[in-house]
């Protein structure tokens, strides 16, 4: 079946500095990408997402980056800071579909003093 | 504010008894879901239903069941539960079109089969 496979399990990094979670997918016919955020002991909620049209999209402190060609997208976080500390997942879903969405399997940030 | 809650936050269940976790939106949206989430897999869909009375096989539906008796709530129900269903569970809503910043979730429930 189609897979969103979302490379980093764990990544640690400084307060100040950035942080880069990547992802890969398989459905070509993938045209959405939406990124969430868990905090601890709570559901998942929306972030940040990108669409098959546009190759770049940034929302404050949050970019999002998508190459098409690779079937890579990626999550930056610039200027990290302690509240950014959780899991992040990224999923792919067709825009004519968006309820079916595979989700990876997600990625622990922990933002060091 | 719209919410998706959840109900019970945790459970422990023996193995082999009936579990029913129940999820109540007040975002008027058609769709519901039921994932599960467990370390290292990420969130897999069990089942989803974008209308009431009617329920569908999401990609790992073996050993649960759906009900949508409203717009409103959506059961997951485990007839015979088994040490693998341990999991935390996740209920989600979404509008029948829109992007996926329309989804809501659930805080979860944390199911321990013994």
């Known amino acids: 079946g189609e897979k969103v496979e979302q490379h980093e399990s764990t990544l640690s990094v400084r307060e100040g500095d950035s942080a880069v979670i990547n992802c890969t997918y398989t459905?070509?016919?993938?045209?959405?990408f939406p990124w969430y955020k868990q905090e601890a002991g709570k559901g998942l909620h929306f972030v940040i997402d990108?669409?098959?049209?546009?190759d770049r999209k940034q929302s404050q402190r949050l970019i999002v980056l998508l190459d098409k060609k690779a079937k890579r997208f990626s999550l930056h976080i610039t200027a990290t800071q302690p509240e950014d500390s959780a899991i992040y997942f990224c999923?792919?879903?067709?825009?004519?579909?968006?309820?079916?969405?595979?989700f990876g399997k997600g990625t622990h940030l922990h933002v060091l003093p | 504010e719209a919410a998706v809650t959840q109900s019970p936050r945790s459970k422990v269940a023996v193995t082999g008894g009936k579990v029913t976790l129940s999820c109540h939106q007040t975002?008027?949206?058609?769709?519901m879901y039921w994932y599960r989430q467990d370390t290292g897999h990420g969130l897999r869909l069990i089942h989803y239903?974008?209308?009431?009375?009617?329920?569908e096989k999401g990609d790992i539906p073996d050993g649960y069941k759906a009900s949508r008796p409203s717009q409103e709530n959506f059961s997951l129900i485990l007839e015979l539960a088994s040490l693998s269903q341990t999991a935390v569970y996740f209920c989600?809503?979404?509008?029948?079109?829109?992007?996926?910043?329309?989804?809501?979730f659930g805080s979860g429930t944390r199911l321990l089969v013994i």
């Open positions: 989600a809503s979404s509008p029948w079109t829109g992007t996926n910043s329309d989804y809501t």
């Open positions: 459905d070509t016919a993938s045209s959405y």
């Open positions: 990108i669409r098959s049209n546009v």
């Open positions: 999923a792919a879903s067709h825009d004519t579909n968006a309820y079916k969405v595979i």
């Open positions: 975002n008027n949206h058609d769709y």
């Open positions: 239903s974008y209308v009431a009375d009617s329920t």
